[in-house]
């Protein structure tokens, strides 16, 4: 929310994933969370702004995977290459 608030419009996670839930009070405690990735990615939407998992594995699909390696400024740390 801050980066929307921020005004950038392309945002990326890193590593963004949950394992598969062993008991059901982290079942629904799961369930809470990507309800709110999904209200998270239906807000930016709305603004125009585009949410992207870069996380290598995981199991969190709400928003379109790309490749780490493919964003040459978070790849070097921040530094343009």
């Avoid at 394992?19 to 079942?27: A, G, K």
């Avoid at 239906?42 to 594995?57: E, K, M, S």
Wanted: proline content about 9%; aromatic content about 12%; hydrophobic content about 45%.
């Amino acid at each position: 929310m801050v980066a929307l608030q921020r005004g950038f419009i392309e945002i990326y996670f890193l590593g963004v994933g949950h394992p598969p839930p062993d008991l059901e009070p982290e079942f629904t405690s799961y369930v809470t969370l990507w309800r709110h990735y999904k209200a998270l990615r239906d807000i930016a939407a709305a603004r125009g702004v585009q949410i992207f998992n870069a996380t290598c594995g995981g199991l969190l699909g709400v928003f379109p995977r790309v490749e780490l390696a493919s964003l040459p400024a978070l790849a070097a740390g921040g530094r343009k290459p």
